[in-house]
């Protein structure tokens, strides 16, 4: 079955710090992948997606991923993290199935630290 | 270009009320998610549409939740007699039928049953 796991429920780093956030996927056919993120009392915001092409794929904000076929992953890097950076980050996989189906995983939450 | 807007945004209920949630997809966008997002979690697909058609209901409980799209636009999510287990975030979102496209939020109804 098509799925998300992030291992990581929580992260702290502390401000200026580089950061990786982890994702996998299971999924059999090329997957439209994304990263979201979720401010408090906010909705979810795109912070960038990937379908093919480099493997390192930028996003809003400094924030990059980096796509790796032969690991399923698709991890959330930035160089160095500022304190509104705090918030949940959530993967997502977009598969063809009727529609556009996307799934999410559990999301981790990151708290950057002064 | 207006966001998708869902109303109400908070609710209250005992358990066994019935409540309704509406959204407002953005324009032209011919495919729309029902999420719901219990606390600390991911968002986990209700159901989903192609214009009118329900693409896939699968996770919705079907003794208790109906959702609706008439006319391809608007959608209405319905929880018949709700539990306490139904105590979360439902979040709707709308996107085109394109790959790698992206899923816009709206900023969702916060139900809590008591």
């Known amino acids: 079955a098509q799925s998300v796991t992030q291992p990581d429920a929580r992260v702290t780093v502390s401000e200026g710090a580089s950061l990786q956030l982890r994702c996998k996927y299971s999924y059999s056919a090329t997957p439209y992948l994304f990263w979201y993120v979720q401010y408090p009392r906010q909705g979810l915001q795109l912070l960038l997606k990937y379908y093919s092409g480099d493997p390192v794929v930028q996003g809003v904000n400094s924030f990059e991923a980096e796509f790796s076929k032969s690991n399923s992953s698709f991890h959330l890097q930035k160089a160095s993290v500022h304190w509104s950076d705090s918030a949940v980050y959530f993967c997502?996989?977009?598969?063809?199935?009727?529609?556009?189906?996307?799934?999410f995983g559990s999301g981790t939450r990151l708290l950057v630290s002064p | 270009e207006a966001g998708v807007t869902q109303s109400p945004r908070y609710a209250v209920l005992q358990e066994g009320q019935a409540v309704s949630f509406w959204c407002d997809p953005i324009?032209?966008?011919?495919?729309l998610y029902w999420y719901q997002q219990p606390r600390d979690q991911g968002p986990q697909l209700l159901v989903y549409f192609r214009d009118e058609a329900v693409i896939d209901n699968s996770q919705l409980p079907s003794d208790r939740f109906s959702a609706v799209r008439p006319k391809g636009t608007n959608s209405t999510l319905k929880i018949q007699s709700a539990k306490q287990g139904d105590t979360a975030t439902y979040l709707c979102a709308s996107s085109r039928d394109r790959p790698n496209t992206e899923v816009f939020f709206g900023k969702g109804t916060r139900l809590t049953v008591v």
């Open positions: 324009s032209g966008h011919d495919t």
């Open positions: 997502a996989l977009s598969m063809r199935a009727g529609g556009y189906k996307v799934v």
